[in-house]
T-cell receptor, first 110, second 116 residues
Framework: GQQLNQSPQSMFIQEGEDVSMNCTSS?????WLWYKQEPGEGPVLLIA?????ELTSNGRLTAQFGITRKDSFLNISASIPSDVGIYFC??????????FGKGTKLTVNP | NAGVTQTPKFQVLKTGQSMTLQCAQD?????MSWYRQDPGMGLRLIHY???????DQGEVPNGYNVSRSTTEDFPLRLLSAAPSQTSVYFC???????????????FGSGTRLTVV
């Protein structure tokens, strides 16, 4: 089945640093999503990408839909302690199953 | 709007017991689904429904049953609980299974299940 490789698995950074994470797939996707999950809660949608090459921002978060349609990137600028959580990418081709990455766990040291 | 509501938040079961995890949404979403989340495994799809009266299996359906008698509710039943079903369970809903026309899935806050 389709798989997403999300990296890194975990990150430990200082407050104020920028963060980059990415997802790659062996399959082409039509849509890429980025979710954040805080402890004890369900994933919350951060950014949705619908077109190859698309660059979309949500506050300090910026995500890009890779031009090959097989990857996506999420950047967080000037991290703050409340950015802590697990970030998931998800991709879908047509109406097929939404495939999730295994997550990047972000820890921010004040 | 409450969004997606899951109950209970926590549950401990003995091996062999049965139970139902509840999921309700008030957004008139047609698509509803159940995932389990295990450490290092990400989110895995158990069952899903594209509308009332229609259900289908995901990638890990064994040991679970679902039904969809109304648009709002999508309960997940564990028939005979096993320790391997210890996990965090999430219900998600959307206007459509196709996220490109539905702005992504909305998740509930989860049910943490332990089977001893």
């Amino acid at each position: 089945g389709q798989q997403l490789n999300q990296s890194p698995q975990s990150m430990f950074i200082q407050e104020g640093e920028d963060v980059s994470m990415n997802c790659t797939s062996s399959s082409i996707f039509n849509t890429w999503l980025w979710y954040k999950q805080e402890p004890g809660e369900g994933p919350v949608l951060l950014i949705a990408l619908y077109k190859a090459g698309e660059l979309t921002s949500n506050g300090r978060l910026t995500a890009q839909f890779g031009i090959t349609r097989k990857d996506s990137f999420l950047n967080i600028s000037a991290s703050i302690p409340s950015d802590v959580g697990i970030y998931f990418c998800a991709g879908q081709r047509g109406s097929e199953k939404l495939v999730f990455g295994k997550g990047t766990k972000l820890t921010v040291n004040p | 709007n409450a969004g997606v509501t899951q109950t209970p938040k926590f549950q401990v079961l003995k091996t062999g017991q049965s139970m139902t995890l509840q999921c309700a949404q008030d957004m008139n979403h047609e698509y509803m689904s159940w995932y389990r989340q295990d450490p290092g495994m990400g989110l895995r799809l158990i069952h899903y429904s594209v509308g009332a009266g229609i259900t289908d299996q995901g990638e890990v359906p064994n040991g679970y049953n679902v039904s969809r008698s109304t648009t709002e509710d999508f309960p997940l039943r564990l028939l005979s609980a096993a320790p391997s079903q210890t996990s965090v369970y999430f219900c998600a809903s959307s206007y459509s299974r196709t996220v490109g026309i539905s702005d992504g899935y909305t998740f509930g806050s989860g049910t943490r299940l332990t089977v001893v």
